[in-house]
């Protein structure tokens, strides 16, 4: 057993549109995801006991109901239930994510966990019914254990890789305002909306044109509850940025840039002129 780490990457959403919801409560949806070269940090190391320790600028926004400690509990208890041995682990986390957020930030978390643990433990996922623990601690933890460029369908547990999508320069913006998910599912006004296209562009101005033709259902809605997503999106618009949208529930909204320069300098700009936001320049993954 070795020291590992593992990155817990921001998921942004490019598009998310709500298409129907189910007998169960549950809204169907269609989304184009692709993840930030930022994130949260997971490391893992051999403990005499079982451990967790959290540090980072948004550590103490974190409840008592942690993803990670689910995730870690649901892999080990299924792992012994099958008379695998394992031992203690202690897991540190270095929370550098924005909480309710709209980046899936605990659900990467988790993910996050259930990748390093595999290691750390030298676990086969065919081994274990890691499908279904995933999806058990939420319907985006499937889209983040991936991790990669891809569509998401269903309630968020039918994840397709996408190998067509360029890398994108981009800046995340959030207000510091957390929102709930459940509120702004509740505050939506339509619930059967068209379905999305996937987009087929290769380059940043194309696909940011083709975007442009996409939606986030839940903006208006979650700009009900914090109008201060429409001030963001606003000073966002006023910078230089090819698209600019909510991503998730929100509050955090993006901007794409020509390139990882343009995205800097509108970067700093936005944070001498709103120092209390979380800004941050980011690279999306590609194919």
Known sequence: ?????????????????????????????????????????????????????????????????????????????????????????????????????????????????????????????????????????????????MSQPLVA?????????????PALSMVLVNPRVAISTPEVFGQLQRKDNPSMTVPQARSTDALARELQQLRNDLQAPAASIAPVVTDVIGTLSKTGALLTRMSGSGATCFGVYPDRNAASSAAGSLRALHPAWYVEACTTKAD
Request: charged content about 20%.
């Open 1 to 145: 057993m070795a020291y590992i780490l593992e990155t817990a990457r921001a998921k942004i959403n490019l598009a998310l549109h709500v298409t129907g919801q189910r007998e169960d409560g549950y809204h169907l949806i269609e989304s184009l995801v692709t993840f930030a070269d930022l994130g949260d940090q997971l490391s893992f190391s051999p403990d005499q006991d079982w451990r967790f320790s959290q540090s980072g600028p948004f550590a103490g926004d974190l409840t008592a109901d942690n993803l990670v400690l689910r995730a870690r509990d649901k892999l080990r208890d299924a792992a012994m239930s099958m008379g695998i041995e394992i031992p203690p682990v202690a897991i540190h986390l270095e929370k550098n994510l924005p909480v309710a957020a709209g980046l899936g930030g605990g659900s990467a978390d988790a993910a996050a966990c259930l990748r390093g643990l595999l290691r750390f433990w030298n676990l086969s996922e065919t081994s274990l019914p890691f499908a279904d623990l995933a999806l058990e601690l939420g319907a985006d933890v499937p889209m983040c254990l």
């Open 153 to 165: 369908s269903g309630i968020g547990e039918k994840v397709t890789r996408l190998t067509t999508l």
